[in-house]
């Protein structure tokens, strides 16, 4: 079936470097994509999102990045920082959707 | 915190036990969920509920049984589970289904023995 893939399972990055992780989707339905957060022992936390009508989104440190032509998205973190090592997943839904579809996820480990 | 609530944080049964997971959100949503989360794999969808009604079933084993009594409520009853069953069982919710941001719970790390 439509599927959300990661790339890369774990990236590796020096504090204070940015940081990219990257996601392929498969359904070109999907019209509404999110990035989220997961550190061990917490559930998934919000980290942005972004409408198909959007190629680009900011918030605070971060940046996701959606390419409808490749489908592909990305999440660029700025500065990294020690707090921010966790597994980020990307996840995409449909208007008429039940649910987040959620890809497998990246380690991210930020290294001193 | 997220404003989702789920009890208890930890559960080791048997595979002759019955247990129940609950999940609890005072954010005003309308839609809940559980996902399985398993090593290595992506968070899998189980159930979903809009205005107390299940609208999805994900092909989900009848020993995984749901409830949901009203819009703030989630219950998960566990039967005869397997030892592959053992995942972090996460409870979300969101203002509705379809493209809306979902808040997580902190899951529950269920182990079958």
């Known amino acids: ?22 996601c392929a989707y498969s359904n070109s339905a999907s019209d509404y994509f999110i990035w989220y957060k997961q550190e061990s022992g917490k559930g998934p936390q919000f980290i942005i999102d972004i409408r198909s009508n959007m190629d680009k989104r900011q918030g605070q440190r971060v940046t996701v990045l959606l390419n ?44 001193p | 915190e997220t404003g989702v609530t789920q009890t ?5 049964m048997g595979m002759t036990n019955k ?25 899998e969808l189980m159930f979903v509920y809009n205005f107390k009604e299940q609208t ?13 009594p009203n819009s703030s409520h989630l219950f998960l009853h566990l039967h005869t589970l397997q030892p592959e069953d053992s995942a972090l069982y996460l409870c979300a919710s969101s203002l509705s289904t379809g493209n809306t941001e979902a808040f997580f719970g902190q899951g529950t790390r269920l182990t079958v023995v």
Request: with cysteine; proline share 6%; aromatic share 8%.
């Open chain 2, 19 to 43: 247990k129940s997971l609950k999940c609890e959100q005072h954010l005003g949503h309308n839609a809940m969920y559980w996902y399985k989360q398993s090593a290595k794999k992506p968070l």
């Open chain 1, 1 to 22: 079936g439509e599927s959300v893939g990661l790339h890369l399972p774990t990236l590796s990055v020096q504090e204070g470097d940015n940081s990219i992780i990257n």
């Open chain 1, 68 to 111: 409808k032509t490749v489908k592909h998205l990305s999440l660029q973190i700025a500065a990294t920082q020690p707090g921010d090592s966790a597994v980020y997943f990307c996840a995409e839904n449909q208007s008429s959707g039940y649910a987040l579809n959620f890809g497998k996820g990246t380690s991210l480990l930020v290294t």
């Open chain 2, 8 to 12: 208890p944080r930890h559960l080791v």
């Open chain 2, 56 to 68: 999805e079933n994900n092909s989900v084993p009848s020993r995984f049984s749901p409830e949901c």
